[in-house]
């Protein structure tokens, strides 16, 4: 039985209390991002020339997630079953591989998705019913562009902006911050840091395997590549899932640009309008 770390997808609800990277268009091609909660979300994602389905785009999630009732509905049948570690805890999940998953125009083949209720995810919007992870992302460089609500593959990497090279934590981008080096991850709305503390306020969590309580700072400055960030908010998790010190949401940045191919990453490029 394999084992995954499915850090991505995490939202916070507040309860205070006293590659191989390489497009099978080189052409440029775009999707319209609908921002649910700060997340990035798209429709017309098709499974194998099914569809269009409403997916979440996660870069922090390793893996493909499809709602387990749709996949019933398209007669897919689980041919595996994974562990799936999370930052709340550990359960089973069945999965199966696809032949293909094409979103604007662009193919990734041989794709592998778990099946999950999506609990989490269903508590930010019923209509998403899968999530894209790096599973389908690492095969490809695009631009996660919040100011003008497109997700676009196939560009040259833009100019201005800070740029970093990035490290993989289970196939997930990384990259170093005053606070140690952090996940880059669509699916979460917060800052997340892997440490303790005795007390402060406390809010709940979601993700895929449940709620968990955590402890939250009302707000974070962040130095990274040299430029301060203010983060509205930051949950205190006790434990790392793995070597890394938390997850950085990407929404708090106008734009990114992700080049898998090379493994850089450039925050906050100059785009044309």
């Known amino acids: 039985m394999t084992t995954f ?53 996660d870069t ?11 996949a019933r509905k398209l007669g897919l049948t689980p041919t595996f079953q994974v562990e799936m570690v999370t930052t709340t805890g550990l359960t089973h999940v069945p999965g199966a591989h696809l032949p293909a998953v094409t979103l604007a125009s ?18 930010l919007s019923s209509e998403i019913q899968g999530v894209l992870g790096q599973q389908f992302l690492s095969r490809f460089d695009y631009l996660l562009d919040f100011a003008n609500r497109r997700l676009a593959f196939g560009l040259s990497s833009p ?9 993989r934590v289970h196939t997930v981008p990384a990259i170093e911050t005053s606070e140690g080096r952090l996940l880059l991850d669509s699916g979460s709305d917060s800052v997340v840091l ?23 700072l009302p707000s974070l400055r962040l130095k990274i590549a040299g ?5 509205s908010s930051a949950a205190l998790l006790p434990q790392s ?26 925050l906050n490029p100059n785009l044309a309008r």
């Open 159 to 167: 100019q201005g902006g800070s740029r970093l090279d990035f490290a």
């Open 227 to 231: 430029k301060d960030y203010r983060a």
């Open 60 to 70: 922090g999630a390793e893996s493909n997630q499809l709602d387990s009732s749709l």
């Open 194 to 216: 892997f440490r303790s503390i005795d007390t402060g306020p406390t809010a709940q969590i979601f993700t895929n395997a449940g709620a968990s309580s955590v402890t939250v």
């Open 106 to 123: 662009v193919t990734a083949l041989h794709q592998e998705f778990l099946f999950s209720n999506l609990e989490g995810i269903h508590q």
């Open 241 to 266: 899932p793995g070597r890394e010190g938390g997850l950085l949401p990407t929404s708090l940045f106008r734009a990114l640009y992700i080049c898998n191919s090379e493994n850089y990453v450039i």
């Open 5 to 57: 770390n499915l850090v991505g997808f995490l939202m916070i609800c507040a309860t205070v209390c006293p590659c191989n990277a390489r497009n099978t268009d080189p052409s440029h091609q775009s999707a319209r991002l609908l921002l649910v909660g700060g997340r990035p979300v798209v429709d017309g994602v098709f499974l194998g020339g099914l569809g269009p389905f409403r997916f979440l785009i």
